[in-house]
């Protein structure tokens, strides 16, 4: 199955896995976004459960940022499937899901200390 030294359509295929899955809890919690705070399901954190309307923008806002940060870790499945040997790859684009995971909780930590979730009901 082999086209191009190392290319195949199941690596490649192995390789599309991190950002897909990204992709798709992002549009799963997109689709059943929690109306209120609960310790269950959602954005949970003691900032953005200390009101309704911290609630909605720290939701919001990380949906936002998990379906952007997937779409590089589904392009870069590409380079990565081409020039590199499926464990280097794998490390990687599981690595970068992990941080794209991650840096939403940082990025929106931060709005919320700032207050942005008071000053713009809309993003």
Same mark, same amino acid.
Request: charge should be positive; aromatic fraction near 10%; glycine fraction near 6%.
């Given at each position: 199955?082999?086209?191009?030294?190392?290319?195949?359509?199941?690596?490649?295929?192995?390789?599309?896995?991190p950002?897909a899955?990204?992709?798709?809890?992002?549009?799963?919690?997109?689709?059943?976004?929690?109306k209120?705070?609960?310790?269950?399901?959602?954005?949970?954190?003691?900032?953005?459960?200390?009101?309704q309307?911290?609630? @909605?923008?720290?939701?919001?806002?990380? %949906?936002?940022?998990? &379906? #952007?940060?997937?779409?590089?870790?589904i392009?870069? =499945? $590409?380079?990565?499937?081409?020039?590199? @040997?499926?464990?280097?790859?794998?490390? %990687?684009?599981?690595? &970068? #899901?992990?941080?794209?995971?991650?840096?939403?909780? =940082? $990025?929106?930590?931060?709005?919320?200390?700032?207050?942005?979730?008071?000053?713009n009901?809309?993003?």
């Open positions: 199955m082999d086209v191009i030294g190392g290319f195949s359509v199941l690596n490649l295929g192995l390789n599309l896995i950002g899955l990204l992709w798709i809890i992002q549009a799963v919690v997109r689709r059943n976004m929690p209120k705070p609960n310790g269950v399901y959602g954005y949970r954190t003691r900032r953005s459960m200390s009101s309307q911290a609630w @909605d923008y720290a939701n919001r806002r990380s %949906i936002d940022l998990m &379906a #952007m940060f997937s779409w590089p870790n392009a870069a =499945a $590409v380079p990565c499937t081409l020039y590199l @040997d499926l464990d280097s790859a794998q490390l %990687i684009l599981y690595t &970068a #899901m992990t941080v794209f995971c991650v840096l939403p909780l =940082a $990025v929106v930590e931060r709005e919320l200390a700032r207050g942005l979730h008071e000053r009901d809309t993003i």
